[in-house]
């Protein structure tokens, strides 16, 4: 439990230096440090004044891309025909979870990245965009 708080107040903290005002939707990713610390968090917090309709993670408005290390993108989503809306209220966040990073490990059944295969040596970018909204990247390198 008080690793999740660490880790939220690190993505808080995160948000409030990289973004300071310039956006009302912050997105953020991180990876929690759990039981399974291979679970990815994705936070959208809506700063304006107005209701935010998001998409469900992984959704055509809502991708996770992944850069391999030829620096060719792949972004994943599911179709908008399965996905409702959630209305994200002003001063408001929601959390999506990925536990062990499920689109890495070939279970892209619904997803568009179906060549994505993680096995080649180097560095992978991962990030996620709502609409024109980008979180901050991780790194995973593959030796």
């Known amino acids: 439990m008080i690793n999740k708080a660490i880790v939220f107040l690190?993505?808080?903290l995160f948000c409030s230096l990289a973004f300071s005002g310039e956006s009302e939707i912050?997105?953020?990713i991180g990876i929690e440090m759990d039981v399974?610390?291979?679970t990815l968090c994705f936070t959208l917090q809506n700063h304006s004044e107005s209701d935010f309709s998001a998409m469900p993670l992984g959704n055509a408005?809502?991708?996770i891309i992944i850069v391999d290390p030829d620096?060719?993108?792949y972004e994943l989503f599911v179709s908008e025909k399965i996905a409702k809306p959630i209305i994200i209220k002003?001063?408001?966040s929601k959390v999506w979870k990925l536990k062990n990073f499920e689109f890495l490990k070939g279970?892209?059944?619904i997803m568009n990245a179906k060549d994505l295969k993680m096995d080649k040596k180097g560095k992978y970018i991962i990030y996620w965009q709502v609409n024109e909204s980008k979180s901050n990247e991780?790194?995973?390198l593959k030796e």
Do not use: H
């Open 10 to 12: 690190f993505c808080v």
């Open 26 to 28: 912050v997105l953020d």
């Open 36 to 38: 399974q610390p291979t």
């Open 61 to 63: 408005n809502s991708k």
């Open 71 to 73: 620096k060719i993108k």
């Open 90 to 92: 002003p001063g408001e």
């Open 107 to 109: 279970n892209l059944s």
């Open 138 to 140: 991780i790194i995973m």
